[in-house]
Every structure is written in C-alpha cells, then in structure tokens.
C-alpha cells in the first residue's frame, strides 16, 4: 500500500514508512502534542499535495484515533483488512524473525492474554497475536471519531489480487488522480521459518469464527475465504 501511494504525483508520504506518531505514548504524555516532530517527516515542497502516512498499529492502538481526530477531524483513513487467522501467524513469524519471540506459535497464543495485559505496553504492541485480528471492536473506535464517509475498507485479498480496481477506488476516494501500471512491490517480506499447521489454523478458526461473522454483517462483505 505505501508503495503504490508514493507512485502517485499527487500524494506526498513522509520520509520513512511507519511514523509510530499517533500510537507514541510518551510524545503524548504532555500536552499539546508537539505536531511538529510528525510535520518535520514532510518535506516542505509537498505541502500543496495529499499529505498522509501508512502506521499499521493505529487502528489497533486503543488512543489513537481519538488523536488523529484531534489532530485533523477531517482527515481521511484507509483501513486494509487481512485474513485475522494469516494475520495473526505473520505477525508471529515477524516477531520470531526480529528475534523478539521465543516461544512457538500455539503457545503464544496461549500466553497472550497475560502477555499483553498491561495497556498500551511495549508487549501489548508485540505479542497481540490475536487482539488485533478482533477487527470490529477496532472499527467501531474509528466510528466514534470519524464518519463513515471519511473512512476506505479494502480487505487485502482483494487489494493483493486485484490490484489496480483496489487502487482506483482508493485514489478516488483520497481526490487523486488515477495512476495505471504501477508494479507490485511487496516491501515487508520476510522469510517464513515454517508454515502454519492444521492443528494452529483450527485453533485460530475456533477463535475467529464469531468474530468473521460479525464483521461480514458490520461491512456487508462476504468473508467465506477467510473461513
């Protein structure tokens, strides 16, 4: 997504790709936030373009979107919704792959809710395997603060395989112009150290079921490809 963003001449990203600005709790510990330390990511030129950044943890990060409300109530947000049963074994396979996480996959799921119980910690961003994937309790945080309108739900499947429908409603929504051809650039790859076993996917099956369920009725979307 961030690289096909930075494609269009119309939309101006910052100079690294996750600003972690939003979801920082110490910059917010004091108040008023000192913006300048999120404008100074931009480059002065740009400032009569689309300005905006891609921080995945935003929409999981329990006071973030009252922020960026605060910051700009009219800015516009793109939400990329993945598979929460894939999700939660990527984000996994990133930890074990940044050397963060030592324990294995089912056991860390298991863990989680004592890992993770202390908010807005540093092991509540790590090891949330599976609270990020509860997507609809997440949604309705980003509706308390923006209407819907302001908001673009793609599910990443259909953004991975049919790329450029996906870019133009996305361009469109943000008042950019269209931008055809632009090439495929995964920019997050890491090597996977194993595959996902049958025994873990119905774990997470189990799990998500009810949760799949209830976002396919909030967005009206048909999610029978993640079950």
Known sequence: MHYSLSKNPDIALPDQQELHFF??????????????????????????????????SYLYWPTAMERISEYNPKIKLIILLRNPIDRAFAHWNMQRFKGREQLDFLDALKQEP???????????RRFSYLARGFYSEQL????????????????????????????????????????????????????????????????????FKPEITKLERMLEWDCSDWR
């Not at 004592?114 to 509540?124: F, K």
């Not at 945080?141 to 049919?162: A, G, H, N, W, Y």
């Not at 650039?185 to 890491?190: E, G, M, S």
């Open 23 to 56: 979801d920082d709790e110490q910059l917010f510990s004091r108040r008023p936030a000192d913006y300048e330390q999120l404008h100074n990511h931009f480059r002065p030129r740009d400032a009569g373009k689309i300005n905006g950044e891609c921080t995945p």
């Open 114 to 124: 004592e890992r993770t119980a202390q908010s807005l910690s540093v092991e509540a």
């Open 140 to 207: 309705d945080r980003v509706f308390k603060f923006f209407p819907q309108e302001q908001v673009k739900i793609i599910k990443f499947e259909e953004f991975r395989d049919e790329k450029q429908r996906a870019l133009d409603s996305i361009f469109d929504f943000l008042g950019a112009r269209l931008i055809k051809g632009i090439r495929d650039k995964d920019r997050n790859v890491v090597p996977y150290e194993r595959s996902m076993t049958d025994e873990e996917r119905k774990y997470l099956h189990r799990i």
